[in-house]
């Protein structure tokens, strides 16, 4: 039965070898092997040290590719010419949907013709021992990036392999990627995983986890974003993991970027266990891009220059070619140059936001509020709250294509273009919080001169694709007249 328990050795050690048998790389996995081997690795690799040692943001790309070689030269070039300190292994989708004779098809497809015939690296299918030869390659430390409801075998293997950092988890890689995925069994899935890197942990080889903050990735509400966090890092901190980096995407406005990254942290350290390392990462902009590069790069900037004011321990940077899809190695070197030109400038400088203090308040008072439903929901047992509170819709997520979740959320952005919950649905928060987000959001009515609605939403979507930050209507577009329409404002924020 699911509960947020620790698992026991033996049944920890029945679990790997029932993984490891659904890839014959699984095989090669020897736990105490492994263990020597991340001992002999230097200091420089050990990517929990370096994350948590480093005195400003440090920058990593997502970048993975299916040959071997060719994940080298990408990485390489991405160390080098980009000047990332931390790297990335994405890793090809069928993988994460546990289809490993298909990645194997396509990596033999990739090796024999050189074209890519994956959108990752394989890792399964690569085995203990060429990861190992990749993590060897690099100079700086490599983490695991992915998108899969079962990764457990993918872990087992990188872990053997010289991994040190993983990234997801058993809500934000099941809601916001899966259908038809049982939320209960993902998490079971996910204890697997967290256990086995407390079990290295315990040998002195800390793995660093990462639950992956942007779900959906379109106009999540921070506080959303940190319930989740702060929930899957505690069902990790169960498993013996020690080494959190609690994730969020940018919703990009300034102040209220700046304020979930502060109440990230602050709640992080609050709610997980002394013995909990947590650092935090800052995801640049998960939505739309725009086509135009040089507007791509503005939305960049301010990814950049909200770094350098919130000091994230981590950013996860984005290329000016994030409209196309995969980006040359070129682009999403220029990616990290231009972010590391923002955090250069900008985090010299002292700059003082007015409201991020009242902002901040807001997101944590209503994150705390979702995360004491969620241990209600489960009678103080996190595990069993967490799919409870989901299929009540007391916890949910915007956009979310899951049946273990209502999906019936809906954010709009506010007059300042902060994202506020337009639908609460059946989201469990008090009532003077939906206030507070409905005066807002009537607010922006008034400016616009239209009715508070679902238009709203679908506008502010695609707005920074567009090239702006709120979707609003055009000129004389939706005005009602009379003293409730109020007057356009100028000036309107702007993504670049």
């Known amino acids: 039965m699911l509960r947020d328990e620790r698992i026991p050795a033996e049944q920890l050690r029945r679990i790997d070898e029932d993984v490891r048998g659904n890839w014959s790389t699984g095989a090669a996995v020897d736990f105490e092997e492994a263990v020597e081997f991340h001992e002999s690795l230097p200091a420089s690799k050990r990517f929990a040290d370096v994350l948590e040692n480093a005195d400003r943001p440090l920058l990593q790309p997502r970048a993975g590719v299916a040959r071997l070689e060719e994940q080298i030269s990408l990485l390489e070039h991405l160390q080098n010419e980009g000047q990332a300190d931390l790297l990335p292994t994405t890793i090809d989708s069928y993988t994460r949907d546990n289809q490993y004779e298909k990645a194997q098809t396509g990596l033999e497809e990739a090796r024999e013709t050189g074209k890519a015939a994956l959108n990752g690296f394989p ?7 060429r990861c190992r030869e990749l993590v060897e390659a690099l100079d700086a430390p490599i983490e695991v990036r992915h998108g899969t409801p079962d990764a457990r075998l993918l872990a087992a293997i990188t872990f053997a392999g010289g991994f040190q950092s993983f990234e997801g988890g058993p809500i934000s890689y099941n809601i916001p990627y899966c259908k038809e995925n049982s939320l209960a069994d ?9 256990r086995l890197a407390g079990a290295y942990t315990e040998r002195g080889i800390t793995i660093n986890r990462e639950p992956f903050g942007p779900l959906t990735g379109t106009l999540v509400p921070p506080s ?28 990009g406005n300034l102040v209220q970027d700046v304020a979930a990254l502060r109440a990230l942290k602050k709640l992080g350290n609050e709610y997980l266990p002394d013995a909990v390392e947590v650092t935090t990462v800052f995801h640049e902009w998960m939505g739309g891009f725009p086509p135009d590069e040089a507007r791509a790069n503005g939305v960049i900037g301010l990814g950049g220059t909200t770094a350098a004011i919130a000091q994230p321990d981590k950013v996860i940077t984005k290329s000016p070619q994030e409209f196309q899809g995969v980006p040359t190695k070129e682009a ?19 700059i003082t936001l ?12 209503t994150a705390m509020e979702l995360v004491d439903t969620v241990e209600a929901h489960g009678d103080g047992d996190v595990a069993l709250g967490v799919v409870d509170a989901f299929a009540s819709g007391a916890l949910d997520v915007p956009f979310a294509p899951s049946d273990a979740a209502m999906g019936a959320v809906l954010p709009a952005r506010d007059d300042d273009g902060r994202v506020r919950i337009f639908e609460f649905a059946e989201l469990d928060v008090s009532d003077d919080i939906k206030e507070i987000h409905g005066n807002f959001l009537d607010e922006r009515a008034r400016t616009e001169g239209r009715k508070r609605s679902f238009k709203m939403v679908a506008d502010d979507v695609d707005a920074i694709s567009d090239g702006r930050l709120i979707g609003r209507p055009n000129p004389g577009e939706g005005r009602q007249g009379g003293e409730d329409a109020g007057a356009p404002k100028g000036g309107e924020s702007r993504a670049d």
């Open 123 to 129: 890792a399964v299918n690569h085995g203990v021992e």
């Open 186 to 194: 993902t998490i079971e899935h996910w204890q697997f995983v967290d």
């Open 224 to 251: 959303i974003a940190i319930a989740v966090m702060l929930v899957e890092g505690k069902l990790a901190a169960t498993q013996g993991v020690r080494s959190l980096t609690l994730g969020y995407g940018q919703v």
């Open 332 to 350: 999403n070197a220029a990616g990290l140059r231009t972010t590391r030109q923002m955090l250069d400038m900008v985090r010299e400088q002292a």
């Open 354 to 365: 007015e409201g991020v203090d009242e902002e901040q308040e807001l997101i944590e008072r």
